[in-house]
């Protein structure tokens, strides 16, 4: 017998899982699915494209959310990298020394930096097709096509 109420559960659950994996993915490829991530204007050594301590990649939580599922993020510069835009970084105040030997103090201050965008989480043709993928897995255990659920 089919329980509408848990096939959606299963779903989504099934949505939470798939998407969470790939958009992980998306660190390794450096990439959202296929569309690749601008490079940094400088050589980082630390590590890899936005994985230097991997934070942000844990950080990012999928949950069910109603008829939906929902990604988010706990970490403030999430939003700017997924996003990309302007953002301003505090700069402490400091002492500096010029080519001639002469000691100056820098006042603290706000600095403004252009980010790109290298989205991680979204929707695009890659989520629709695994969401598309998810849904039609879940109605063949029933042996049922999305049009002849959605008459029933």
Do not use: C
Request: positive net charge; aromatic residues 10%.
């Amino acid at each position: 017998m089919l329980d509408a109420n848990k096939l959606k559960a299963d779903i989504l659950d099934d949505m939470r899982v798939e998407l969470s994996d790939e958009f992980d993915r998306n660190f390794e490829r450096k990439a959202f699915f296929s569309d690749k991530w601008k490079p940094r204007a400088h050589d980082y050594p630390k590590g890899s494209l936005l994985v230097v301590t991997s934070a942000m990649r844990r950080s990012a939580q999928g949950e069910v959310s109603g008829d939906g599922v929902r990604f988010s993020s706990a970490l403030p510069y999430t939003t700017l990298h997924n996003e990309g835009g302007t953002g301003f970084k505090q700069v402490r105040a400091h002492t500096r020394k010029s080519k001639k030997g002469k000691i100056y103090t820098v006042r603290a201050h706000q600095r403004k930096f252009n980010m790109p965008q290298r989205q991680f989480i979204g929707d695009g043709p890659d989520t629709q097709r695994i969401i598309r993928g998810v849904i039609d897995d879940n109605l063949k255990k029933f042996n049922l096509s999305l049009t002849e659920f959605l008459r029933k």
